[in-house]
């Protein structure tokens, strides 16, 4: 069975990191891309990191460049996110998505709050 669990999501102050996780099973991580999106309330998903099989991290938002960072480890099965400088408007649930040609699974996300 294919899953994709998020973990790591929580309450953050301002300033604050967090690291987020994406455990994978059910299927050949090390053969899939791996995207984090995240969605924020009353808005569209959107495309945060893509983590390539060999462990190399995009980031692709412009709100998070130099904040975040994806890392993955292929003999975990789990890739990660790295957040710092953690801002309210990071607020939002994060998903991971692993695709692989026709192949796309996506976790049931976690929630971060950054507030104080």
């Known amino acids: 069975q294919v899953q994709l669990v998020e973990s790591g999501g929580g309450l953050v102050q301002p300033g604050g990191s967090l690291r987020l996780s994406c455990a994978a099973s059910g299927f050949t991580f090390s053969t899939y891309t791996i995207y984090w999106y995240r969605q924020a309330p009353g808005k569209e998903r959107e495309l945060v990191a893509v983590?390539?099989?060999?462990?190399?991290?995009?980031v692709n938002a412009d709100s998070v460049k130099g904040r975040f960072t994806g890392s993955r480890d292929n003999a975990k099965k789990t890739v990660y996110l790295q957040m710092s400088g953690l801002k309210p408007e990071d607020t939002a649930v994060y998903y991971c998505n692993a695709r692989y040609f026709t192949a796309n699974y996506w976790g049931k996300g976690t929630l971060v709050t950054v507030s104080s």
């Open positions: 983590i390539d099989t060999a462990g190399g991290s995009t």
